[in-house]
């Protein structure tokens, strides 16, 4: 039986990559300015969102693009075999029930905007779209076995392979888009 989604092979991870992080970067254009630095419930504005995400694929796009043999010494060898993108995602979900944050570093700080609004959300819509190419670029870099036989460490799940650590780059932009949405779902209800 064929999953409806599962980029696991290097190309189709490829395309999905691709893929999210221009519907990420869509959707987050798309808000209008009124409510894209607004908070709700306490929760993270849609600029803290995509800052947020910015702050998570930034790392990864760095180690993506660092020799090999130093993310060997640095982090070591996989454990086990790379899962598939279902098996990231329930980890990961289940890992936010039990109450997982997102650790001080990757935490949005938009305190006051010392720039035009508008400047200030082009900015991170554009910086977005730079490191989600990145990542993307330097995916081009890696052949489908070495995508198993290397890791990096996550602040919250652990080790994960690179092609591992890649299919929870695509759910985490999924997540925080449909967070967003939830967020201004109950702006309107308020």
């Known amino acids: 039986m064929v999953k409806p989604f599962d980029p696991f092979a290097k190309d189709k991870l490829s395309a999905s990559l691709r893929e999210a992080g221009r519907e990420v970067e869509d959707y987050f254009a798309s808000i209008s300015l009124d409510i894209f630095f607004k908070r709700c419930l306490d929760k993270w504005s849609p600029a803290e969102n995509l800052l947020h995400l910015i702050k998570s694929v930034s790392p990864v796009a760095k180690a993506m693009k660092m020799p090999k043999w130093i993310l060997r010494i640095l982090f070591g060898r996989p454990k086990a075999a790379s899962r598939q993108y279902d098996q990231i995602k329930?980890?990961?979900?289940?890992?936010?029930?039990?109450?997982?944050?997102?650790?001080?570093?990757?935490?949005?700080?938009?305190?006051?905007?010392?720039?035009?609004?508008?400047?200030?959300?082009?900015?991170?819509?554009?910086?977005?779209?730079?490191?989600?190419?990145?990542?993307?670029?330097?995916?081009?870099?890696?052949?489908?076995?070495?995508?198993?036989?290397?890791?990096?460490?996550?602040?919250?799940?652990?080790?994960?392979?690179?092609?591992?650590?890649?299919?929870f780059t695509l759910h985490h932009n999924q997540h925080h888009i449909n967070n967003v949405q939830k967020l201004l779902s109950r702006q309107n209800e308020i």
Do not use: C, M, S
């Not at 997982?100 to 570093?105: D, Q, S, T």
């Open 90 to 167: 329930e980890i990961y979900q289940r890992a936010l029930a039990d109450g997982l944050k997102a650790p001080e570093r990757f935490v949005p700080l938009i305190e006051e905007i010392q720039i035009n609004p508008e400047q200030f959300k082009n900015g991170l819509v554009e910086k977005w779209k730079e490191k989600a190419g990145e990542i993307a670029g330097a995916l081009q870099g890696w052949n489908e076995e070495e995508l198993d036989q290397y890791v990096l460490p996550h602040p919250a799940l652990g080790k994960l392979t690179i092609r591992e650590i890649l299919l």
